[in-house]
């Protein structure tokens, strides 16, 4: 006689199965992706401009590239791109973060640069935190946990 079992349910996904980043953030975390968003404040005046990939630790070591909507490339150049920053900047575990005019919204080049980076990371087998940097605030894409700022000022800590 066969074993019958019982129907499988399937399982409510716990608030940690969404990829990206979750409540409540490690506090050096906390204030790496702070001073991301204020060096872009401080450094970026113009109303228009290049997004810009960064990859490293904000505040410290980094390397940058400049997209260019011009450019002709594909998830695999871009993935070779995240490859080449991350052998160039050294440090472990480093951040990804775009910086970019606009608002919080979700956009093309957010997800972009969100493929090359995830693809880049899983092929090394490394954890990867991804934010998009505007000039008052952070987003990650995969989980849409945010920070805003009104006024954003360096402090010492």
């Not at 996904?13 to 979750?22: A, D, F, K, M, N």
């Not at 450094?43 to 490293?56: K, P, Q």
Request: net charge positive; hydrophobic share 40%.
């Amino acid at each position: 006689m066969a074993s019958m079992s019982a129907p499988s349910v399937p399982s409510v996904p716990s608030e940690t199965s969404v990829e990206g980043l979750h409540e409540p953030l490690p506090p050096v975390l906390e204030k790496r992706l702070r001073r991301a968003v204020l060096d872009h404040t401080a450094t970026e005046h113009r109303r228009s401009f290049l997004a810009l990939v960064h990859l490293g630790i904000p505040g410290g070591k980094e390397v940058v590239h400049a997209h260019r909507e011009d450019e002709p490339t594909d998830q695999w150049l871009r993935a070779d791109i995240i490859h080449s920053m991350r052998r160039r900047v050294g440090v472990s575990d480093p951040i990804v973060w775009l910086t970019r005019a606009g608002g919080l919204e979700i956009e093309d080049v957010d997800l972009r640069w969100l493929a090359a980076a995830r693809q880049a990371f899983r092929e090394i087998g490394a954890p990867l935190t991804y934010v998009v940097v505007t000039r008052n605030a952070w987003v990650d894409p995969r989980s849409e946990l945010s920070r805003r700022w009104k006024r954003l000022r360096y402090r010492n800590d």
